[in-house]
């Protein structure tokens, strides 16, 4: 399943037009939609059940406010740089329109293709 994602969002990709890209299109749905991605990424629930936690229940021995301050640190990093990211985007607008960005895009799009095409073919040689 996830390689055959990865093959129709590259060739997606490729499919990409100067003229259908809106710079304000969606602004009102971003917050929901960012949630909405969050909730569905497995890497924090497999971070929080295999690193996290177990740093966690072991912070308790050692004092409470090491708990707290792992945690306090750790979503201020996490959402800091979140935030940091959003806003390099919001001022590189300009860089969206150039050919450059369009020509980036192409080249993940083959590069989605290439990782969906390796992932079946390592899929497939492991069932034999």
Known sequence: MGASYLIYSGIESLKIKKDSIELNAGKKDALKKGVIVNFGNP??????????GPIIFKS???HIWATILFITGFYLLLVGSKV???LIVEKSKY???SKYYFSIIRTLG????????TFIKVGLDSLY
């Open 95 to 97: 860089f969206i329109n």
């Open 60 to 62: 308790f021995s050692v």
């Open 43 to 52: 890497h924090p629930y497999v971070f929080w059940l295999s690193i996290g």
């Open 84 to 86: 940091i990211v959003a």
């Open 110 to 117: 083959i590069a989605q293709i290439l990782f969906g095409l």
